[in-house]
């Protein structure tokens, strides 16, 4: 899986500080699933998230969409697909809750899959993290952005050590 890339300090301060007020208790978060019981690897207990959804059937879904143009630049976004901002609670240990993709599509769909991405913007820093099925690890920093082809299966899990674990999630071409 080495097209896998890891790079910290991915935006400059200010537009991540900018990011950073999407998290906000104010704003409206769902409480959601975070995997279908057939990719779970953990007690179903765990398989829980808050969800605020930016972006999601090629419309924007929050007041905050402008706050993510700074990121979908920088990723060199061509068409955003979905994004949203993750928040999964602390537990007194690390889970993992299961391989999966997030976003799947036909195989026979006329775009084919070529180019899709998907990037996880790390908002907090935290010892929780995110597998991917060759046992490659990325920790969660704050600011750091992982980038992948969308295929790969992955699994991101709970922290321990801060109240809750929040990533911003990019699905794209």
């Known amino acids: 899986m080495s097209e896998i890339q890891v790079i910290d300090d991915f935006l400059n301060e200010e537009d991540f500080e900018k990011l ?21 690897i953990c007690d179903k207990k765990y398989n829980y998230q808050y969800v605020h959804g930016v972006y999601s059937r090629i419309e924007p879904v929050s007041r905050y969409y402008e706050d993510i143009i700074p990121l979908l630049s920088k990723l060199d976004a061509r068409s955003l697909l979905r994004c949203k901002v993750n928040s999964i609670c602390r537990e007194e240990e690390i889970v993992v809750h299961g391989f999966h993709i997030d976003l799947q599509y036909p195989e026979d769909h006329p ?56 990533a911003l999630n990019v699905v794209y071409f």
């Open 20 to 40: 950073k007020r999407i998290f906000n208790p104010d704003i409206p978060w769902t409480f959601s699933d975070i995997l279908d019981e057939n990719n779970l």
């Open 111 to 166: 775009t084919g899959l070529d180019g899709m991405k998907t990037a996880i913007l790390y908002l907090n820093t935290n010892n929780g993290f995110t597998c991917f099925e060759d046992e490659t690890k990325v920790e969660s920093v704050a600011n750091r952005c992982v980038i992948f082809p969308a295929h790969y299966k992955h699994s991101g899990t709970t922290c321990t050590d801060v109240h809750r674990r929040l």
